[in-house]
């Protein structure tokens, strides 16, 4: 193909109808039939990303191999389609601003009122274009956050706008993902509020193509009909998004509405191949058939909004699917362990997972939950800030330094075992400035982490700012917490593991961010199996 063709998607009616979803499935199976796709995601709030939000806010914060700090929906983009994503595939109105202000200080504008209309919009369009720029991506799939309608999402809805006419027809294309709410009580499904939010969208100039129905129901012909008839769209474009099971359904019911098809026929471009979902069904069938189950305690501060574990979530998923195995999710908010219930707690657990997290709160029931599965060999995964609690734990409990600490909880420990690095401690700023992305680590052979990933260099994506204190290197190692994996140029330690323990490995980096359908990461395939044998 010539050039990108670029698809669209926005939303109607509410938040939270898993645009995303649609985003990816619909990316999955252009994939999946041979072509290249990207897909972006444009977020109407004014951070410049969603680093600094809390996690209660938006979720988890998904971090790309080049650093950026990204939506949650970015990590659902590279699960389906196993390519990596990058600082381009999500903007923000804040960036949008941010790029436009920058430049009208540099005098880029000179002479001119800098106004939403032209100059905001040509910065989004330009963004929107990006990453059809290379040439390399036949298709181009850009999700619009928020829903139609929204004061913060008008620019956006106007960029769309705008580049529908300038690319030209048969170049772009829109699909309005909406939601037709299901009444009970009169045992109707209603099309009134997707009507509405259809005109909103054609007040701001924008007839979409395809209609995707979130629906709990099945659609009737009739209903259908009724869309096509008020919203200009063909019948055939009027697609059924039924609720599903799993969200790695998605792609397989919107191939049965032929989603696909119609976005090809669409936008004029020869339909190549079937898609191949071989791979995809296989991992369903695994998914869906387990032979045996495990439990495994999440322990971390954020556990009432799961979304803030987004990316763990679904590495379990796709670990558990590789073993055949369901795993069962028990969240245990971390402040509510103590000394006294920590038994209780962590009873009936096959593993233990401490997540990742920032700050004081429940931070000494994540150490205290450390020591039980430690003591007590039950197979344990700590990521990131579960790291450190495993540091800090260790040399608490079995280097005996009672006082030791992160200096993120306590400035002031004599024993400051996970510390800031020298560069870190100059920085004031907190939006960027963590470790963030790809990092190489070099892993010792013989170690759990070398019989994990079967070779001695790996990169993966890192989020945090403090670090292990490498004077303390020795004194852990000795008493029998190895680091079985460092930064090479750098020697930060990256992996740490107790030797004597049936599964007790953490990480300073976010394994969770690199597992996709096709590729589930090893170290929760692992984890997932020494869980397994702990059950047995
Ligand atoms: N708060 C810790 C740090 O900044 C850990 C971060 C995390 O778990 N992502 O180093």
């Given amino acids: 193909m010539a050039s990108s063709k670029f698809i669209f998607v926005t939303g109607g009616v509410t938040s939270s109808l898993g645009k995303g979803i649609i985003a990816a499935s619909l990316g999955k199976l252009l994939h999946a039939r041979g072509f290249t796709v990207a897909i972006q995601k444009f977020d109407p709030y004014i951070n ?17 191999d080049d650093g950026a700090e990204t939506d949650l929906d970015l990590g659902h983009y590279e699960r389906f389609l196993n390519t990596p994503t990058s600082q381009a595939n999500n903007v923000t109105t804040g960036r949008i601003y941010y790029n436009v202000i920058t430049k009208e200080r540099k005098g880029e504008y000179l002479g001119k009122t800098v106004q939403v209309i032209p100059h905001i919009t040509d910065e989004i369009k330009k963004s929107m274009l990006l990453l059809g720029e290379s040439g390399k991506n036949d298709f181009v799939i850009t999700e619009i956050g928020g829903c139609v309608g929204d004061i913060e999402s008008l620019p956006f809805i106007e960029a769309v706008r705008q580049l529908k006419y300038d690319l030209g027809p048969n170049n772009s294309m829109v699909i309005h993902l909406t939601l037709l709410p299901y009444l009970a009580a009169a045992k109707e499904i209603k099309t009134k509020p997707t009507q509405h939010s259809v005109k909103q969208l054609l007040e701001a100039g924008i007839q979409p193509d395809i209609l995707a129905c979130r629906s709990e129901k099945h659609l009737p012909m009739e209903i259908r009909k009724k869309l096509a008839l008020f919203c200009n769209v063909q019948l055939n474009s009027v697609i059924e998004a039924i609720d599903a099971e799993t969200i790695y359904d998605v792609p397989l019911l919107m191939r049965k509405e032929k989603l696909d098809e119609r976005v090809l026929t669409k936008l004029k471009v020869p339909h190549k191949q079937e898609p191949t979902l071989d791979l995809w069904k296989k991992f369903l069938g695994k998914l869906k058939n387990p032979t045996k189950e495990i439990t495994i305690g999440l322990v971390g501060k954020y556990v009432e909004l799961p979304d803030a574990y987004k ?14 195995c369901k795993v069962n999710i028990k969240w245990i908010s971390s402040e509510d362990i103590t000394a006294g219930n920590i038994k209780l707690k962590l009873s009936d657990l096959d593993g233990v997972l401490v997540a990742p997290g920032f700050g004081e709160r429940g931070i000494e029931g994540k150490i205290e939950a450390v020591r039980h599965v430690r003591e007590n060999k039950i197979p344990f995964f700590g990521i990131c800030l579960g790291m450190q609690c495993a540091v800090v734990e260790f040399a608490r409990n079995v280097l005996h330094l009672k006082d030791a600490a992160s200096t993120e909880m306590n400035p002031d420990t004599k024993h400051p075992i996970i510390d800031l690095m020298e560069d870190q401690k100059k920085i004031t700023d907190k939006g960027g400035t963590m470790r963030l992305g790809a990092y190489t680590c070099k892993i010792s052979k013989g170690t759990k982490a070398f019989q994990v990933y079967g070779k001695q260099q790996i990169e993966e994506r890192h989020r ?29 330690v990256e992996i740490i593991e107790i030797k004597d323990h049936p599964w007790f490995v953490a990480t300073q980096y976010h394994p969770e961010l690199k597992s996709t359908v096709i590729n589930p990461h090893p170290l929760f395939v692992k984890f997932v199996k020494a869980a397994l044998e702990n059950k047995k």
């Fill in 48 to 64: 410049i990303d969603p680093g600094t939000l809390n996690p209660y806010e938006h979720g988890e914060c998904y971090v790309t």
């Fill in 311 to 324: 990316s763990i979530v679904e590495s379990f998923i796709h670990a558990g699917a590789e073993n055949e």
């Fill in 464 to 492: 945090h700012r403090y670090e292990f204190n490498n004077n303390y290197l020795e004194r852990i190692e000795k008493a029998g917490m190895i680091a079985s994996g460092v930064n090479p140029t750098s020697n930060l």
